[in-house]
């Protein structure tokens, strides 16, 4: 399969529409954009690929292709340029299959041939359950992956008959399995079953609540940083700053969600993202495709910032402290670029950490994401 072949699966964008046949200034990003319209771009010196996929049946027959990704890339395109060494590229809108497979088909050949050529793809969904398509890629390429889902649910609800509502089942559990981690982010206690979550506890995945993020929302880049597949359902945001929402009025703010997928571009493994959940009929003003556009932003001023950080290997870029708790031997590591944190596991590894680890292990504590990662290995 070839990028002329996937082709095939794509609608290219309408520009004039984007930018209400006014074009764009030098200055925003619609103008620094390779854009699929009247031909496909070459794309070969692109890191970031944007797809948009507005496939919604799994949210319910009654819903159809909806024009999220257009909405979205309407505000995106208006925001100002500030990231010059970040080359971004648009392929436009996977086609509506005949049946929703259809759909996850198509999406899961695009996305794979992009993984295959080292592209960081961002998907604009779509119900929440396309991150099956965005998982199927790596199945596709039989590669274990580290997922994180930023969620105000946990989508393991077997009562619902809704893909959008249990697709982690499928995800998690099915066979062969190519999940090596899942971390949830963001979810709210009165919306999810106490047994869902002993479950998800024994299989050693971390659940993190939305007061325990806001909290300390710096804790999530190392829960992030080791990741590949990110999956963002906007049910995560306020109602507040994203109308869309109609789930939950409570959650992230904005600004957490900028954050967050500021995290998730500061991993140089992250290598594809969804946001999904936006559904234009239900906003207001267009607040939540404005929203998910300055997520988008921040995605990219991610990227832009991780191309500042060394190589763990080499150590002369980073701070080094030996430490010795609970007998046992360990050493963390402080990037002098950046000041993100790493600790050395019981099998020798480097993991992402953060300050507030360095210091419980100060104390001759053992931090709980030292044990969690033993208790997995």
């Known amino acids: ?90 392929v436009g809108n996977v086609k509506k299959g005949a049946s929703l497979q259809d759909t996850y088909a198509a999406l899961q050949t695009v996305v794979t041939e992009l993984l295959e050529q080292n592209k960081k793809v961002v998907i604009l969904g779509g119900s929440h359950d396309i991150t099956m398509a ?75 609540r939305v007061g325990t993020v806001r909290d300390n929302i710096d804790e999530m880049e190392p829960a992030i940083r080791n990741s590949n597949l990110f999956s963002f359902d906007i049910s995560a945001i306020q109602y ?20 967050l997928m500021q995290f998730a571009g500061l991993s140089k493994s992250v290598n594809t993202v969804g946001i999904y959940g936006y559904y234009p009929a239900n906003d207001v003003e267009g607040l939540t495709a404005k929203q998910i556009s300055h997520m988008l932003w921040y995605y990219m001023d991610g990227i832009y910032k991780s191309k500042m950080e060394a190589d763990i290997d080499n150590k002369d870029q980073f701070n080094e402290y030996s430490l010795v708790l609970s007998d046992i031997d360990t050493v963390f590591l402080q990037s002098k670029k950046t000041g993100r944190w790493w600790m050395k596991a019981h099998d020798g590894k480097f993991i992402p950490c953060s300050k507030k680890d360095y210091l419980t292990a100060s104390n001759n504590d053992i931090p709980e994401r030292w044990m969690r990662y033993a208790e997995r290995s």
């Open 1 to 90: 399969m070839s990028l002329q072949t996937t082709v095939d699966f794509l609608e290219p964008i309408n520009l004039a529409y984007l930018s209400n046949d006014e074009g764009f200034r030098d200055t925003q990003i619609g103008k620094h954009i390779l854009v699929h319209d009247e031909e496909f771009p070459d794309i070969s010196q692109a890191e970031m690929v944007i797809i948009g996929c507005g496939e919604m049946r799994g949210n319910g027959l009654e819903y159809d292709n909806s024009s999220s990704p257009d909405e979205i890339r309407k505000e995106f395109y208006k925001l100002f340029h500030w990231h010059n060494n970040v080359h971004v590229a648009d």
């Open 240 to 259: 507040a700053h994203a109308p869309a929402n109609k789930l939950t009025p409570n959650g992230f703010t904005g600004e957490d969600a900028c954050k």
């Open 134 to 208: 965005q998982y199927g890629a790596y199945v596709s390429m039989e590669k274990l992956v580290e997922a994180v889902c930023v969620d105000a649910a946990i989508d393991l609800n077997m009562d619902s008959v809704l893909l959008a509502d249990n697709f982690l089942m499928d995800m998690l559990t099915s066979e062969p399995n190519f999940v090596k981690h899942y971390t949830h982010i963001g979810f709210q206690s009165f919306l999810c079953h106490p047994h869902m979550l002993e479950t998800i506890d024994k299989l050693r995945f971390d659940c993190y």
